[in-house]
C-alpha cells in the first residue's frame, strides 16, 4: 500500500476504512475523544484512538510521523474571525478545523480529505465554508477540488459541488454530506494540479441493495417494535404538524405501495433519526405483547424502528466492508458498547462505499500527478 493516512475525528473508522478498501491506503495514527468510540476502534483495527487533536502532544508526535493523506470527519462549528490570517495562535481553540489547518500546515501531507454534514456550505450564511475553502487554498495553498479562480483572481465555486448523497453511492439511504478533497500545490505545482479532475464523484456504477426492502432484516425481535401509546403519541403529533403546513413527524418508510424505498438520514442522536425511519414488518404475535421496557402494549399496525444491524447496513460497515474473501462479515461492537452507542456510533459515522468512491478518486489524482506508475 503506497500511501499512509492519519484518522482524525475518527469515530469508528468509517473513512479510514472507504479508503483501506481501494488497497491503497494504510493508516498510521488516530484521534478520537469519545470512549465509546474508542472501544469500538480498538476492536474494529486493533489500535488505540484515544487521542485528542487539539492536544501540543499530539501535533507534536504528528510533526516526526510521515504520512500522505490527512483524513477528518470534522464537527460543524461556527467561526468568529475570516480566515486564519493573524495566525493559528489567535484563533478560537474551540474550533477543531483550525487545528486541523495548523495540523495541515506543520506536516504538509500530500493530500488531505474532510467530511461533514450538508448544511456546512450553508452554515452562518455561507461565511463557516467559505473561511474554510479560503484557508485551504490561499492559507495553507492547497488545490481544493470544485474550486477556481475567476478573472479577477477569486475564489469560485458553487457549494452543491461539494455535496453528494449516499443513495447514489448504491446505499438506499437519503443522506447527502459534504465532502473536500484538497493536493498540496506546493508539492505537486499549479501546472501540474490543472491535470486533475475538478469534480468529485457524484455517483458510482453499481450498488449493495436494489432498495431498502433488500437490506431489511424482517421479522424482528419483538423489543424494536414500538409500543402503542408511544406510536399513538407521534400519530398525533405528525397530524398537529400537517395542520401547519409541516412536514414533520414520524416516516414508515417501506409503506406498501412505495416503489424502491429508501431510507432517510440516520443520526448520532438517534431519536428523530429513529422516528423518520420506522419500518412496516407485521408479524403473528407481536401485537398486544408486553415488553419490560415499555410502558404500554407493542402497536397492531406492525410498526418498529430499525435495527442496530440495519443501520450498520445502511453505512456499509455490516454486510461489506468487514467481508473478507470467503463472504464471512467481522464487523461487530466490543461487549461494553450498548445498543444506544450501536446506533450513535453508525449514526455519527459516514456512508462506507461513497468514501470508498472518493478514495479511488483521489487515486486517480495521485496517478495522474505521478504518484503511482500508471498500470
Known amino acids: 500500500m503506497p500511501f499512509t493516512t492519519i484518522d482524525l475525528c475518527a469515530g469508528i473508522g468509517g473513512i479510514r476504512k ?9 493508516n498510521l495514527m488516530a484521534a478520537e475523544i469519545d470512549r465509546y468510540a474508542c472501544m469500538t476502534y480498538q476492536h474494529l483495527y486493533g489500535e488505540d484512538a484515544n487521542n485528542d487533536l487539539t492536544s501540543e502532544e499530539f501535533k507534536a508526535a504528528l510533526d ?5 493523506v490527512l483524513l477528518a470527519g470534522f464537527p460543524c462549528q461556527t467561526f468568529s474571525r475570516a480566515g486564519l490570517e ?26 488531505v480529505f474532510l467530511e461533514n454534514v450538508d448544511n456546512l456550505v450553508r452554515h452562518d450564511k455561507g461565511n463557516t465554508f467559505r473561511i474554510i475553502i479560503h484557508t485551504l487554498e490561499e492559507v495553507l495553498n492547497y488545490k481544493v477540488i470544485g474550486v477556481n479562480y475567476n478573472i479577477l483572481g477569486e475564489l469560485s465555486y458553487n457549494g452543491k459541488d461539494f455535496i453528494r448523497n449516499s443513495r447514489n453511492f448504491g446505499i438506499p439511504q437519503n443522506r447527502p454530506r459534504t465532502y473536500l478533497m484538497a493536493f498540496d500545490r506546493q508539492r505537486y505545482g499549479t501546472d501540474a494540479l490543472l491535470g486533475i479532475e475538478n469534480l468529485l464523484p457524484i455517483e458510482n456504477d453499481w450498488y449493495l441493495y436494489e432498495d431498502l426492502n433488500e437490506l431489511l432484516e424482517f421479522h424482528a425481535e419483538p423489543k424494536y417494535y414500538m409500543a402503542s401509546g408511544y406510536l399513538d403519541t407521534l400519530i398525533r403529533h405528525r397530524e398537529r404538524e400537517h395542520k401547519k403546513g409541516n412536514g414533520f413527524g414520524y416516516r414508515v418508510v417501506n409503506e406498501p405501495g412505495i416503489e424502491h424505498p429508501v431510507a432517510n438520514t440516520i443520526m448520532a ?11 412496516y414488518d407485521p408479524q403473528e404475535g407481536i401485537a ?6 415499555k410502558k404500554t402494549v407493542l402497536n397492531d399496525r406492525g410498526i418498529r424502528v430499525m435495527t442496530p444491524r440495519e443501520w450498520g447496513k445502511l453505512q456499509g460497515f455490516i454486510n461489506y466492508a468487514f467481508l473478507d474473501e ?4 467481522h464487523f461487530s461492537f466490543p461487549p461494553e458498547v450498548s445498543p444506544v452507542q450501536q446506533y450513535k456510533q453508525f449514526g455519527n459515522s459516514v456512508t462506507i462505499p461513497v468514501i470508498e468512491t472518493m478514495a479511488e478518486f483521489m ?3 495521485f496517478r495522474v500527478l505521478g504518484d503511482i506508475p500508471n498500470e
Open 363 to 365: 487515486v486517480n489524482c
Open 288 to 293: 398486544g405483547m408486553t415488553v419490560p421496557t
Open 64 to 68: 516526526e510521523l510521515h504520512y500522505d
Open 269 to 279: 442522536t438517534g431519536g428523530s433519526g429513529k422516528e423518520r425511519n420506522l419500518v
Open 18 to 26: 472507504g479508503f483501506e478498501l481501494t488497497g491503497y491506503f494504510t
Open 86 to 111: 493573524e495566525g493559528f495562535d489567535n484563533e478560537e481553540k474551540g474550533v477543531i478545523f483550525n487545528h486541523i489547518a495548523e495540523i495541515i500546515q506543520r506536516t504538509r501531507p500530500r493530500a
Open 326 to 329: 470467503d463472504g464471512v462479515d
